[in-house]
């Protein structure tokens, strides 16, 4: 079975960051599309970083380039958010994803894996 586990949200300061992990057990996160996405409640979950089976393939939304970077340990199995300079408007809950469809491209929503999500509140 394949498992997606998030982990390292809290409570931060604006200005503060916070290092999201994701946790992958049943796949490996260098033959998957892995992305981060957030959502908050009465809005549509949207994509924040993607990093492809290419290693040096990432893209990030505009609001959060500059900020925030993806990374991954193929060993490990584990993909990293990297949040810095974080805003209230980041506040959501953060949720990993994977996808084994490279070949249709990474950046989409309709991801096959995903996590239970980890709550981020920027105050």
């Known amino acids: 079975d394949v498992q997606l586990v998030e982990s390292g949200g809290g409570l931060v300061q604006p200005g503060g960051s916070l290092r999201l992990s994701c946790a992958a057990s049943?796949?490996?996160?260098?033959?998957?599309?892995m992305s981060w996405f957030r959502q908050t409640p009465g809005k549509e979950r949207e994509g924040v970083a993607t990093?492809?089976?290419?290693?040096?393939?990432?893209y990030y939304s505009e609001a959060v380039k500059g900020r925030f970077t993806i990374s991954r340990d193929n060993t490990r199995k584990m993909v990293y958010l990297q949040m810095d300079s974080l805003e209230p408007e980041d506040t959501a809950m953060y949720y990993c994803?994977?996808?084994?469809?490279?070949?249709?491209?990474?950046?989409?929503?309709?991801?096959?894996?995903w996590g239970q999500g980890t709550q981020v509140t920027v105050s």
């Open positions: 994803a994977a996808d084994p469809n490279w070949r249709m491209g990474c950046r989409r929503n309709d991801y096959v894996y």
């Open positions: 049943g796949l490996s996160v260098d033959t998957h599309c």
């Open positions: 990093i492809s089976t290419d290693t040096y393939s990432t």
